[in-house]
């Protein structure tokens, strides 16, 4: 349309009008553009390629392998990465991750590269290529390094309570204080239910951070997660047929941290929960935003996402996804019923990276951010 709402860009040149009419890409194509011929992009290789001089391309020149791969100045949440230097190298494209993830990209002119922001007492992969004027080579064999543990934090009455292994024993249906004091720490903490009460249920709550939740299983599958933004409470409810020991994790989004305790309670019943907020009689102090909720999972997600709603909210609910720049990626809609829903979102074609669900039933809005591999 030319006129109205929405006006669309008619004069963008990926729109199907004249081409006398066309004079202008958005600022987001122009990024996507120009990010192809940045160094590591798939086409920077272009930049200095022979093939706009005419005639035949000549012999490509030959581009070696880095070898020599070391690590050095290993901490709990960064290490410096170092190789040979490679005749002809213009400069180099690292690849990293967690062991088993998804890769992290980055191009360096030097031959050593710093990486921060890494998790605690984590196995890591890396390598690297290099970047001659014809031509990229391959990446190098895998190198790996194993972070240090995380500094234990002795204020919290908890510590060391740094991994799912030394998880602190909660009892159900008690209120308890706990503190996350460094940017590194994460609090493990474990609890059972039983043949009667099967169904469980945890919640984090009086955050003075940003703190999000994780709920896993005894051989360390992933259940659910609750990561709503700011200091807004967590909470998560397991539904299970079968008893066993369940393990809870609270960790700090982008190392949030604080010396103010936060309170987190176990819960399990004989029904199913149908909220991650309060039961009748509970604290209201204690109630959760919003009177609706779902668990994600996987978190992170591959191919397929599933979200289990509570019941008790006769209404529709839309489910949209965003990407991180704020972009709808897909939005469905799903009946509310009293029994709880569940509902599968398919993720196969998502680019790897944070997303963001929200969910709304009448006036109630509620988010959790969610990681594609």
Same mark, same amino acid.
């Given at each position: 349309t030319c006129s109205g709402a929405p006006l669309e860009m008619t004069m963008n040149y990926m729109d199907y009008t004249d081409d006398a009419c066309m004079y202008m890409f958005s600022s987001g194509q122009s990024s996507r553009m120009n990010a192809l011929f940045a160094p590591g992009g798939a086409r920077y290789g272009l930049l200095s390629s022979n093939g706009c001089g005419g005639g035949v391309d000549p012999e490509p020149t030959t581009c070696g392998v880095p070898s020599g791969l070391s690590v050095a100045s290993i901490t709990s949440s960064s290490a410096v990465i170092s190789w040979a230097a490679v005749s002809g190298a213009v400069?180099?494209?690292?690849?990293?991750?967690? =062991?088993?993830?998804?890769? +992290?990209? /980055?191009?360096?002119? &030097?031959?050593? @590269?710093? *990486?921060? %922001?890494?998790? @605690?007492?984590?196995?890591?992969?890396?390598?690297?290529?290099?970047?001659?004027? &014809? %031509? +990229?080579? @391959? *990446?190098s064999s895998t190198s790996s390094f194993t972070t240090s543990a995380a500094t234990a934090c002795t204020n919290d009455a908890y510590e060391t309570n740094e991994t799912l292994a030394a998880a602190k024993t909660l009892s159900v249906n008690t209120t308890y204080s706990a503190m996350k004091i460094c940017p590194s720490d994460v609090d493990w903490f474990k609890f059972s239910s039983t043949s009667s009460q099967r169904k469980v249920r945890v919640r984090i709550y009086n955050l003075p951070a940003d703190y999000d939740l994780e709920l896993y299983s005894a051989n360390g599958t992933l259940l659910g997660t609750s990561a709503n933004g700011g200091t807004t409470n967590e909470g998560i409810f397991y539904n299970a047929s079968g008893t066993g020991t369940y393990y809870v994790k609270v960790i700090g989004y982008n190392g949030a941290s604080s010396n103010t305790a936060y309170t987190i309670r176990c819960e399990r019943q004989k029904n199913n929960y149908t909220s991650t907020g309060r039961l009748d !009689?509970?604290? +209201? !102090?204690?109630?959760? +935003?919003?009177? *609706?909720? *779902?668990? =994600?999972?996987?978190?992170?997600?591959?191919?397929?996402?599933?979200?289990?709603? =509570?019941? !008790?909210?006769?209404?529709?609910?839309?489910?949209?996804?965003?990407?991180?720049?704020?972009?709808?990626?897909?939005?469905?809609?799903?009946?509310? %019923?009293?029994? /709880?829903?569940?509902?599968?979102?398919?993720? @196969?074609?998502?680019?790897? !990276?944070?997303?963001?669900?929200? =969910?709304?039933?009448?006036?109630?809005?509620?988010?959790?951010?969610?990681?594609?591999?």
């Open positions: 400069s180099y494209d690292v690849q990293y991750r967690i =062991a088993g993830g998804a890769w +992290s990209q /980055g191009n360096v002119t &030097g031959t050593s @590269a710093n *990486f921060t %922001g890494l998790v @605690a007492g984590t196995l890591y992969e890396w390598a690297v290529r290099t970047n001659c004027t &014809g %031509g +990229s080579s @391959a *990446f !009689g509970e604290e +209201s !102090g204690e109630l959760l +935003s919003g009177s *609706f909720g *779902f668990t =994600a999972y996987p978190n992170p997600v591959s191919s397929n996402l599933t979200l289990q709603f =509570a019941g !008790g909210i006769s209404d529709i609910v839309v489910i949209n996804l965003y990407d991180m720049s704020g972009r709808m990626v897909t939005t469905t809609t799903s009946p509310y %019923g009293e029994d /709880g829903v569940t509902v599968n979102i398919s993720t @196969a074609d998502l680019r790897s !990276g944070l997303y963001l669900i929200e =969910a709304i039933a009448g006036e109630e809005r509620i988010t959790q951010r969610i990681v594609r591999e």
